[in-house]
């Protein structure tokens, strides 16, 4: 209940927001011109205000099966001393169901709130002010977004190659509330961020620990406008434990499975290291990162997790990735032609992905897990997307997994 309340309230004070930049544009003698780019878009006439509706849904279905042995491995034991094993079953869920207001104000100043609608809860996302251009600096942004690690992670899910984020991203905290500076040149980005451990709504108590988090991107080569190029970068962060103690855990790529690994150890910080490497050569791509997380534990035990993963993609269509250096991120891909029914294909791409995460170290028995999944993405224009993956996933000494997961994508 708190927090959709804290939610309505923020997109009340979004929509009040509009209506005072409308009302300031307006008697500034300027109107907001409505138009279209692969998203809704209002600017007045002289650019001081660009503001952004969008949002995205995504329906996933699972057919998934899995090894006795495994089910029994994944199980566990009630109160009463009854032992279930894990159950593992088809189904379908959306996703993500959310839409998003940004926007920039007098060329300098900005703002986002996304807020997710997805299982039927409420939940914000980004929702961060800042100001850009400053003078050595960059851009500044304070509230809550993304910290800076993890190509994987910091590439939207509206355009990421398969269709759930790879295992290791497990070791990366995604969204936190804090202060993040960025800058970037024509070839090299990087940003850092202090961060709060907070809630799905952004709130930290008092005794919430600090996070440190920088990353560093370059492109040290690009030609042909971009789809030619190779991405490096690499990413550190210190971390307090949320409470007393730091856990990680993760599912085979398939939100709609259970957690195949999880591991959690009393203790005081966390350092996480992350390496990037991505290369596009026109319709071809690859790309894989290597993560660890040093865990302080309380008892010095201090055990050690990694997990790597590597994939390449082949448009068919003859597409590319398109990449963004202030982000350091790949961006949307847009068909050379749409499908029409009539002789447009859209754009098709081919896949396939292997990671691995280890949460095995110093006593610690979190388990080890090995995916391997190969997809199929036809981009039927540049906001309407199907994707199909198939995952085979295989817990060390315990059993295997095999899902068929589909998802309908249309964001903007």
Not at 287 to 299: G, K, Y
Not at 342 to 352: T, V
């Amino acid at each position: 209940m708190k927090t959709t309340k804290t939610t309505c309230a923020l997109v009340s004070a979004s929509v009040l927001a509009a209506v005072t930049l409308t009302a300031g544009s307006s008697a500034a003698g300027s109107d907001l011109n409505v138009s279209w780019s692969d998203g809704i878009r209002l600017a007045t006439d002289d650019k001081s205000v660009s503001l952004k509706i969008g949002g995205r849904l995504m329906n996933d279905w699972v057919f998934q099966k899995a090894d006795n042995e495994l089910l029994d491995a994944l199980g566990t034991t009630d109160e009463d001393d009854v032992f279930h094993p894990a159950v593992i079953e088809d189904g379908t869920e959306m996703r993500r169901a959310r839409m998003y207001f940004s926007g920039t104000v007098q060329g300098n100043t900005e703002f986002k709130l996304q807020v997710d609608f997805a299982g039927g809860k409420v939940s914000a996302k980004d929702y961060f002010l800042g100001v850009k251009n400053i003078p050595a600096l960059g851009t500044i942004r304070v509230g809550h977004q993304y910290e800076p690690m993890g190509l994987d992670e910091l590439t939207s899910s509206k355009y990421i190659t398969f269709i759930e984020r790879a295992t290791p991203m497990a070791f990366v905290a995604s969204r936190k509330t804090g202060l993040f500076v960025t800058n970037h040149t024509e070839s090299v980005m990087w940003g850092g961020m202090v961060s709060r451990n907070s809630d799905g709504a952004g709130a930290a108590s008092a005794g919430g620990e600090y996070n440190v988090t920088g990353r560093l991107a370059a492109v040290p080569w690009q030609e042909d406008g971009g789809r030619r190029l190779v991405h490096l970068g690499a990413a550190a962060s210190r971390r307090g434990p949320a409470g007393d103690a730091v856990s990680y855990s993760a599912r085979p790529e398939n939100h709609l499975s259970v957690n195949h690994v999880s591991a959690s150890v009393a203790a005081d910080a966390a350092t996480v290291l992350g390496l990037e490497a991505a290369a596009v050569f026109g319709p071809v791509s690859v790309q894989a990162e290597m993560l660890s997380s040093s865990v302080n534990a309380t008892d010095d035990t201090d055990p050690m997790f990694s997990g790597w993963y590597a994939y390449g993609s082949w448009f068919l269509t003859g597409e590319h990735r398109p990449y963004k250096i202030d982000s350091g991120t790949f961006q949307r891909v847009k068909p050379k032609e749409n499908f029409d029914g009539d002789g447009g294909l859209g754009a098709w791409e081919l896949a396939a992905r292997v990671s691995h995460i280890d949460l095995n170290d110093a006593g610690v028995s979190g388990g080890r897990l090995d995916d391997v999944t190969v997809a199929l993405n036809w981009y039927l224009n540049p906001n309407f997307r199907w994707m199909a993956n198939y995952i085979h996933a295989d817990l060390t000494d315990a059993g295997k997994s095999h899902a068929l997961l589909t998802r309908f994508q249309v964001d903007f």
